[in-house]
């Protein structure tokens, strides 16, 4: 049977808790009709929590399912779930920041993001060589704080494959040439007058909820540079 995991985390990223249904149990995990667990994906980590009172250690996507890794057998096909809003909050507060940290870096300094790690206390992206100094990273923190201060509310919509390609900023799609063909719709993120990018982790709704930004360190090698953050 072909089943594709209803994605509640993307209809409403505050969600906490909800009621679902076992659809598919394999080995160490079961698969559910809808879920607000996020599974490890787009460089955002994994979401964790209860399914009744059964503690949920990793997420994982297998195509258009999501497979809840569990610590015990779920005896029951009807669940209920609870994420660990904690660790979630700190993800999707990560996420928005580095939309907001590479959309600062492709403005002010035309460089482009290759690719980015959420994780709860610290966060990374990978970028074209950029030597960061204190100079740059002054640059980016003070237009980071900027950002929050303004408070802007974040856009989300869909937008055709082609069109998404069309409207978005060339250095701001590299992701999407890796997506499989049969991905028509894509949906965009925007933080309008910074960054527009197609993206399906969570974020939070306005900038204001970001705390300020810290640039922990950052390293060179294989010619990029990865810059490292935290929010404070
Ligand atoms: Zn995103």
């Given at each position: 049977?072909?089943f594709?995991t209803v994605?509640l985390y ?7 808790k909800f009621?679902?249904n ?6 160490g ?6 879920t ?15 399914l ?17 890794y569990t610590d015990?057998m779920i005896?029951?096909?009807s669940?209920s779930?609870?994420i660990n809003?904690?660790?979630?909050y ?18 002010r300094?035309?460089?482009k993001?290759?690719s980015v790690s959420?994780?709860?206390s610290?966060?990374a ?7 960061v100094?204190?100079?740059v990273?002054v640059d980016?923190?003070?237009d980071?704080?900027?950002?929050v201060?303004k ?5 989300f919509?869909e ?12 250095m701001?799609?590299s992701?999407?040439?890796k ?9 965009v993120?925007e933080?309008?007058g910074?960054?527009?990018c197609?993206c ?8 204001f909820?970001?705390?300020q ?12 540079t990865?810059?490292?953050f935290?929010?404070?």
């Amino acid at each position: 049977m072909i089943f594709m995991t209803v994605k509640l985390y993307l209809q409403d990223p505050y969600m906490k808790k909800f009621d679902a249904n076992v659809v598919r149990r394999g080995d160490g995990f079961v698969v559910l009709d809808k879920t607000a667990f996020y599974p490890k994906s787009g460089g955002q980590d994994y979401d964790t929590g209860v399914l009744n009172s059964v503690r949920v250690l990793r997420v994982e996507r297998d195509g258009d399912d999501v497979l809840h890794y569990t610590d015990g057998m779920i005896g029951s096909d009807s669940v209920s779930g609870e994420i660990n809003w904690n660790r979630r909050y700190s993800l999707m507060k990560m996420h928005t920041a580095q939309h907001m940290v590479s959309g600062i870096i492709a403005k002010r300094f035309k460089i482009k993001t290759n690719s980015v790690s959420i994780e709860e206390s610290e966060s990374a992206i990978k970028i074209a060589p950029l030597p960061v100094d204190t100079g740059v990273k002054v640059d980016i923190t003070e237009d980071f704080r900027e950002l929050v201060m303004k408070r802007i509310p974040l856009r989300f919509y869909e937008l055709g494959r082609q069109e998404a390609l069309k409207n978005l900023d060339p250095m701001r799609t590299s992701g999407i040439q890796k997506l499989p063909e049969v991905i028509k719709k894509l949906r965009v993120v925007e933080i309008p007058g910074i960054d527009k990018c197609a993206c399906a982790g969570t974020h939070v709704k306005n900038t204001f909820e970001l705390g300020q930004l810290e640039i922990t360190r950052s390293e060179e090698k294989d010619n990029e540079t990865t810059i490292y953050f935290r929010l404070i």
